[in-house]
T-cell receptor
Framework: DTAVSQTPKYLVTQMGNDKSIKCEQNLGHDTMYWYKQDSKKFLKIMFSYNNKELIINETVPNRFSPKSPDKAHLNLHINSLELGDSAVYFC??????????????FGQGTRLTVV | GNSVTQMEGPVTLSEEAFLTINCTYT??????LFWYVQYPGEGLQLLLK?????DKGSNKGFEATYRKETTSFHLEKGSVQVSDSAVYFCALSGNQLTFGKGTKLSVIP
């Protein structure tokens, strides 16, 4: 009965590879997000989708591409991985159109390590 | 644009001590304000929230009051426990959630 679930929890891969992180929410929320947390715990939003439409696309390399097949899923695909992509990536969802005013629910995170 | 400033950590307290983590914000309009907590190895959990001026959010003994005049939302707890050791994030809503840099709290027995 997990509200927001991400897979995998850990991902170790070599530079140059392509990888995907999957996210699913069973809360019926209309907005989903991807956040990146660096080694100093700083959280930065990457993308936000509302009802399968991209509404926020912060300045991230175009090697990162989100895909939302339906409003319960928001996957993150990363091409040509670089060392600097190593971080923890969090998926989140909320019931509002791009506003967090009711609070967002977060997944457990995916710790990506690029070697 | 919107921004959140939290006190720098880490903060180390003895069990049963009083906790304050300062948070101030800059925003246009009337955002909602939040505190999230991240326990080691876990994702973020919503701790409490306030949606308008003078609202007080509270949960698990933690409290924070939305102060528009001082643009602040300081987190307080009267008596911390070892299990409160975590990283605490202040956040505000706009088109997206904007987070502070987080404050690591360690509570020692």
């Amino acid at each position: 009965d997990t509200a927001v679930s991400q897979t995998p929890k850990y991902l170790v891969t070599q530079m140059g590879n392509d990888k995907s992180i999957k996210c699913e929410q069973n809360l019926g929320h209309d907005t989903m997000y991807w956040y990146k947390q660096d080694s100093k715990k700083f959280l930065k939003i990457m993308f936000s989708y509302n009802n399968k439409e991209l509404i926020i696309n912060e300045t991230v390399p175009n090697r990162f591409s989100p895909k939302s097949p339906d409003k319960a899923h928001l996957n993150l695909h990363i091409n040509s991985l670089e060392l600097g992509d190593s971080a923890v990536y969090f998926c989140a969802s909320s019931q509002d159109k791009g506003r967090g005013y009711r609070g967002a629910f977060f997944g457990q995170g995916t710790r990506l390590t690029v070697v | 644009g919107n921004s959140v400033t939290q006190m720098e950590g880490p903060v180390t307290l003895s069990e049963e001590a009083f906790l304050t983590i300062n948070c101030t914000y800059t925003a246009t309009g009337y955002p909602s304000l939040f505190w999230y907590v991240q326990y080691p190895g876990e994702g973020l959990q919503l701790l409490l929230k306030a949606t308008k001026a003078d609202d007080k959010g509270s949960n698990k003994g933690f409290e924070a009051t939305y102060r528009k005049e001082t643009t602040s939302f300081h987190l307080e707890k009267g008596s911390v426990q070892v299990s409160d050791s975590a990283v605490y994030f202040c956040a505000l809503s706009g088109n997206q959630l904007t987070f502070g840099k987080g404050t690591k709290l360690s509570v020692i027995p």
